[in-house]
């Protein structure tokens, strides 16, 4: 697990979205996991950035969501399909049809969370999978004690992911219960996992991720598990890490032809 400090939240958009474009200029269809909430929109603004600037063509991107609520109605602002298709898929220039996600109306859920399962691995499989954490450690939606073999799934919100995602909604009793996402057997299974952290709010599940044991008390923890992890942290949500000077340390040392 390669662990990167940034000055803020800006820095760290732009270094992913530079990884990012270094993928797509070797893979220009890659298969690119992303993630909601407030936390990643540095990294899709530094990539419209590019693209509107022709320094970056992701026209042959293909996007899959990392999850997505059960039971908001089809078009509802919040549902993560309209996230990703207004935050990402319109701004990189990209249709409907690059897009992958799970059916959070389907009747039968569980029938819809193993098919979007497949799907995935029908595709070739997440090149590079963005995730946000939890402060709580979840990623994605494996809230605590998810196990660390979970394949795509629906999952009960735990009362503070839903206190923390009501800023999204009119008030907390609109915030959905239930939620399909990719379970965490299924993130470890892209290529390269990109986690970016901002905030002294996220600082205690970041140490606990990054320099505490393996547990499925904190799901990010399984981040440790994987052979090519990057831990992307501005200066606030790095305050609770014992070993940052190694971090900065490691990272000014790194060799130049050394990718993200």
């Not at 693209?51 to 609520?69: F, G, H, T």
């Not at 196990?147 to 795509?152: D, E, F, N, Q």
């Not at 799934?153 to 915030?175: C, G, W, Y």
């Not at 044991?213 to 890490?241: C, I, K, N, R, Y």
Request: hydrophobic residues 45%; glycine residues 8%; aromatic residues 4%.
């Amino acid at each position: 697990m390669e662990i990167v400090i940034v000055p803020d939240a800006a820095a760290g958009g732009e270094l992913i979205a530079a990884a990012i474009a270094d993928l797509l200029s070797v893979k220009p269809d890659a298969l690119l996991g992303v993630a909601t909430g407030s936390t990643p929109l540095p990294i899709y603004q530094a990539l419209a950035a590019r693209v509107q600037a022709a320094e970056l063509d992701a026209s042959r991107a293909r996007i899959c969501q990392l999850d997505e609520y059960v039971g908001l109605p089809a078009g509802h602002p919040e549902s993560y399909r309209s996230v990703v298709l207004r935050e990402v898929v319109e701004p990189l220039g990209l249709t409907e049809a690059s897009f992958i996600g799970p059916d959070g109306n389907a009747e039968d859920i569980a029938a819809a969370a193993t098919a979007y399962d497949r799907a995935l691995a029908e595709a070739g499989g997440v090149d590079l999978q963005l995730l946000g954490i939890g402060t709580d450690g979840h990623i994605g939606f494996n809230e605590p004690c998810s196990s660390l073999a979970s394949r795509t799934r629906i999952k009960t919100l735990t009362r503070q992911t839903r206190e923390d995602n009501a800023r999204f909604f009119d008030s907390l009793d609109d915030v959905p219960h239930h939620v399909i996402t990719q379970g965490i057997g299924t993130i470890l299974e892209a290529r390269h996992l990109v986690l970016l952290a901002t905030g002294e709010a996220k600082a205690e599940a970041v140490a606990l991720s990054v320099e505490g044991p393996l547990s499925a008390m904190v799901p990010a923890s399984a981040l440790q598990l994987h052979p090519h992890a990057t831990v992307v942290v501005d200066e606030a949500a790095a305050s609770g890490l014992k070993l940052a000077g190694y971090f900065r340390d490691t990272y000014a040392a790194k060799p130049s032809w050394q990718k993200l």
